[in-house]
């Protein structure tokens, strides 16, 4: 007979857990992943129960709820940058030396949280109070530290140009934890840093009227393609989440059995406007290598194509990247495959007029120029695409700064 003491036995068939001795740490671990790769909506705290090796009992105790888990990601995410900047010192004597630090510390920060730093794309759209306080006080510190040492390299510069270039090169630094390619952790660190530090003797073209939609031209009359611009609209605006199928046919002045004649679901609905979007990025290289008869014109059409569509089809690019979760696994898949081979187009390109770098390298470049067009074209007050394209282009060609002609032919 076996003593009372004695553990009892798993149930047959399941593996008996084991409490690991940092719980908490492990549950942040995959935690951070999962919003990382999935966005908040599309976690599950059962998932990450069972990714944690735990029950979700147990996972309740240390967090009582999904936004205090993403909350404290969040935190513990902001906090290792600041801890990364606070390591490098003040150098006046020495300005670029200390903005090269400092890009380079959050660059190895980048290395370091490659599966769970895509937090930081939607962190704001989800935070409140306390911890949205205490992360933009992160951002925001962490942004003017950056501007004064950048003055500090270029006293020509003014406020909008200055915020401007510090903001592409904390995009650029975070560009690593966007995805998934595999290069040694120095390297990285060195390719990147050295890119975001060739922002500092970027010349920006005066600044013009942003973009924020195409100009003129006519309303779409299928029922299917109101749908969808509509769908993709208040996606945009308010969240897949938070979006009704109701909300969808007052928007396309349908009945709710109208929008279910042309999609089956909400999800299908979206699964089509990442199929559109993805299309349209892919439509847009076709048309830029049209344009393009060397691979120097090759990049520079396809960089500022790309600004262009993101300044003037911001709501769908805006709900790719913050949405991707709320698909199924599958699509999701296919998508993120065509989002590889659109990126080798344009890496293979680049090796081509820079043969000094690596197909590897080349691919962490266009990673960084994408992120980077990505991020300063999300904010409702946005730079103008001329602005953004002159930033991209710096980054991918460094001092192989594009000649006259290059620019000339290609806007024919």
């Known amino acids: 007979m076996a003593s009372r003491s004695s553990t009892p036995a798993a149930p047959q068939g399941r593996k008996p857990r084991r409490r690991p001795a940092d719980r908490r740490d492990v549950i942040l671990r995959v935690a951070a992943k999962a919003f990382s790769d999935s966005g908040y909506h599309a976690v599950r705290l059962d998932d990450i129960a069972d990714a944690a090796g735990i029950s979700a009992p147990a996972l309740y105790r240390h967090f009582p709820n999904k936004y205090a888990l993403f909350a404290e990601t969040a935190r513990s995410l902001a906090g290792a940058l600041a801890a990364a900047t606070a390591a490098v010192p003040s150098s006046p004597e020495d300005p670029a030396g200390e903005l090269r630090g400092l890009l380079g510390a959050l660059t190895a920060a980048a290395v370091d949280n490659r599966r769970t730093g895509g937090i930081y794309h939607w962190e704001a759209d989800y935070l409140v109070d306390d911890d949205a306080r205490y992360v933009r006080t992160v951002v925001v510190d962490q942004h003017r530290r950056i501007r004064s040492v950048l003055y500090a390299c270029r006293p020509d510069l003014d406020g909008a140009a200055a915020d401007l270039i510090t903001a592409a090169m904390t995009s650029a630094v975070a560009s690593p934890a966007t995805h998934r390619t595999v290069l040694a952790a120095r390297q990285i660190v060195t390719l990147i840093t050295d890119a975001a530090m060739s922002l500092t003797d ?23 393609e109101v749908l969808l611009a509509e769908s993709i609209r208040l996606f945009a605006a308010r969240g897949f989440r938070e979006v009704t199928i109701d909300d969808i046919a007052r928007a396309a002045d349908l009945p709710p059995s109208g929008v279910y004649r042309h999609f089956e679901s909400k999800a299908a609905i979206l699964q089509a406007a990442f199929w559109r979007a993805s ?20 990049i520079v059409a396809l960089v500022t194509g790309y600004c262009d569509m993101c300044c003037t089809n911001n709501d769908i690019l805006a709900v790719y990247a913050s949405e991707i979760g709320n698909i199924e696994p599958r699509q999701r898949t296919e998508l993120r495959a065509q989002q590889r081979i659109n990126v080798e187009e344009w890496a293979g390109w680049l090796t ?11 691919r962490f470049l266009v990673q960084a120029a994408l992120n980077v067009t990505m991020d300063l074209t999300r904010p409702r007050r946005r730079p103008s695409a001329e602005r953004v394209s002159s930033l991209g282009l710096r980054l991918l060609l460094a001092d192989h700064a594009p000649r006259q002609s290059d620019g000339a032919q290609i806007s024919q």
């Open 352 to 362: 081509r007029d820079r043969p000094e770098l690596t197909p590897v390298q080349a």
């Open 202 to 224: 970027v010349e920006l073209p005066p600044e013009s009227t942003p973009r924020i939609g195409p100009a003129g031209g006519l309303s779409p009359t299928s029922k299917r």
């Open 279 to 298: 299309d349209r990025v892919t439509a847009m290289i076709s048309d830029a290598l049209a344009r393009a008869a060397t691979p120097r014109q090759a």
